[in-house]
């Protein structure tokens, strides 16, 4: 990467907490502790848009066809975003949500916990597929193997 390739994105006015690129490359999400979540043109570097969220938001994904925001947010609540629309309660977890992760076939959401659990979520019905335990402290991070079927912790 070449020095004319970089932009600087500004708005937010807290913590940077989590970004996810848009399924065809074209844009950037940016999710912040100012509760808001912002979406960036990668062409020019303008806004795309920008959701307020009830909550400093942790964490975000996006679906496959990018059209639905993920959010982790700091008062344990799980939401989904359809921008600029208004957003829907997923699932509520029981402690803060550092991280979120939606597996490569689309088909699961792998919620990490401050309270040492990972809770997978069937993103078809939004229930609650499975919740592993075992960490003696915060889960913050997460990822899938390439077939979805394994994952990673720390």
Not at 58 to 78: F, R, S
Request: proline share 5%; aromatic share 4%.
């Amino acid at each position: 990467m070449c020095s004319s390739d970089l932009k600087t994105l500004a708005g937010h006015t807290a913590v940077v907490s989590s970004l996810a690129f848009s399924p065809d490359g074209t844009r950037l999400y940016s999710a912040s502790h100012d509760k808001s979540i912002r979406g960036w043109n990668l062409a020019d570097g303008t806004p795309a848009g920008r959701l307020e969220t009830p909550a400093a938001v942790n964490a975000i994904a996006l679906t496959i066809d990018g059209t639905k925001v993920i959010a982790g947010c700091a008062d344990n609540l799980l939401r989904v975003f359809t921008a600029p629309s208004a957003a829907t309660a997923l699932a509520t977890a029981a402690a803060p949500v550092p991280f979120v992760r939606v597996s490569p076939d689309r088909k699961t959401l792998a919620l990490a916990e401050a309270d040492g659990k990972i809770t997978l979520i069937d993103l078809a019905t939004g229930k609650v597929a499975k919740q592993l335990a075992g960490h003696a402290g915060a889960v913050n991070a997460v990822a899938f193997h390439a077939n979805s079927a394994k994952i990673a912790s720390a």
